[in-house]
């Protein structure tokens, strides 16, 4: 298959300085670049934090001011919304059908978020009856998923009240520096204070950036929607969601500290994804993305309850830098069982066709605020679990897949036919103890344990690689 297997430390080191330059130079290529929104034929609102909601917001000098108004804004497919670079508007906002959202100005990206203010005041924290533990003044509405200090110095660690580590709440129990609980009891539409314990002191002392990510996403996606140059950061839920679309383009934009929030209390489970697709799609494009700090995947697109055709088609995800995600780039598409249907259910048509995942630069994936969630043995680049996924025309290639604390990949599908063809890779194992190349293959022989072959980082390696994944012309990295 003429694969290059790397055993050297001298060769491994200099194969991965220079993937340390490419990661520089893409995230300098997306944090710089300038703003496209030349397929606008239609009117051109302008946001600023300088402006006023009074404005028609229709120049640069008379521009709009917040979130808000955006949202009751009436725009027509091919009208533009530019928002003014070095700056942050609070909030969050729901497209409008053929709109493109950009940038304008000078300076760094704007930022979106649903944060409502920055918190580093030590006015706004009180030291509670617990040493160490610091209280909130405000009560946040939303369930809280992670809060950042300085940009990302330090995050907090998310405790769970009827969780093992934190099984009866309570101050007290809040064991560790950073450790945080919001008391509410809904993660929607419910107010409750916040508590951190806090070792060194007031954390509003201690810092000049306090953001918290309530439950809530900063954008939410509809047809035929451009997000081009527009960083969204600090939200509990998703940084861009939608359901079923076709022609949403996400390109050019920064992704960070996404997630964290609750998204079912009984499962105890967490979002989010930095850009998500819940349902079928067409020609959906994630190109030139920086995208870091995600609790679940970069970017996704995912289907498994049964309502339905799903039709998964042209999706290219290219060029873009994702780090410290638990999974880079995530997907599953899954058929309806027909033992669990329900009366209305519709079991419907179920396909992806035409995916292309290329050019893509994969970077410690489990080693990021995410690693705080349960089930740390889940984390990988390509994330497909072993769900059916049936597809057609299906590739991967050109990528890198640099270091994961688990797996490099998981892939599993119910027909080997619907699995990837896979060239071109770079891959690079990283040492930690447990890590493997991880999991390939169809689970059509075994649908009862749905377990694929696992490939471990041992003697048959090389075998496994060739035999198993077919993988052609690729180079792996191998430190362990």
Known sequence: MNNTFIRDKEESAKIKAEIDKKAEALK????????????????????????????DGLSPEKPIKTIEKVSELELCPGDAVLFKRGETFRGSFTSQQGVIYSAYGEGKKPVITPSLQNYASPDLWVETEVKNVYKLTIPITNDVG???????????????????????????????????????????????????????????ELFSSIEIARRSNCANGRNDVTFDNLCFKYCGGHGIGAGTVNG?????????WIGGSWHNFERRSRYGNGI???????????????????????ITHQYKTNKGDILMCDIRYSDNLIEDCVYSIEYF?????????????????RYMKNVEMCGNI?????????????????????????????????????????????????IGAANYKWLPKMYNNVYV??????????????????????????????????????EITCEEGSTFVIEK
């Open 28 to 55: 300098k290529e997306i944090l710089e670049s300038e703003s496209n929104y030349s397929e606008a034929y239609g009117s051109i609102y302008y946001v600023s934090a300088s402006g006023d909601d009074n404005n």
């Open 146 to 204: 992670v809060i950042v200090f300085d940009e990302g110095k330090a995050w907090s660690i998310k405790r769970i009240k009827g969780n093992p580590d934190f099984p009866e709440g309570g101050l007290e129990n809040l064991d560790c520096d950073f450790a945080m609980w919001h008391d509410v009891s809904h993660p929607v539409g419910v107010e409750g204070y916040v508590y951190l314990r806090c070792d060194k002191g007031n954390p509003g």
């Open 248 to 256: 949403l383009t996400v390109r050019y934009c920064e992704f960070g």
């Open 276 to 298: 998500e697709i819940y349902g079928g799609c067409r020609n959906y494009i994630c190109d030139h993305n920086y995208i870091y700090q995600v609790y679940d995947a970069g």
């Open 333 to 349: 598409l899954e058929f309806s069982d027909p033992n669990k249907l329900e009366e209305g259910d519709n079991p419907g048509i």
């Open 362 to 410: 994969l970077r410690r994936s489990g080693y990021g605020f995410g690693d705080q969630r349960p089930n740390k043995d889940q984390a990988a680049h390509i994330k497909g679990w072993n769900h059916s996924n049936p597809a057609m025309n299906y590739t991967i290639h050109d990528n890198i897949m640099d270091t994961s604390k688990y797996m490099l990949m998981h």
């Open 429 to 466: 194992t990283g040492n930690d103890e447990q890590s493997n190349f991880g999991i390939f293959g169809d689970f059509s022989k075994n649908t009862t344990e749905r377990a694929s072959k696992r490939i471990e980082y041992n003697e048959a390696l090389e075998k496994d690689i060739s």
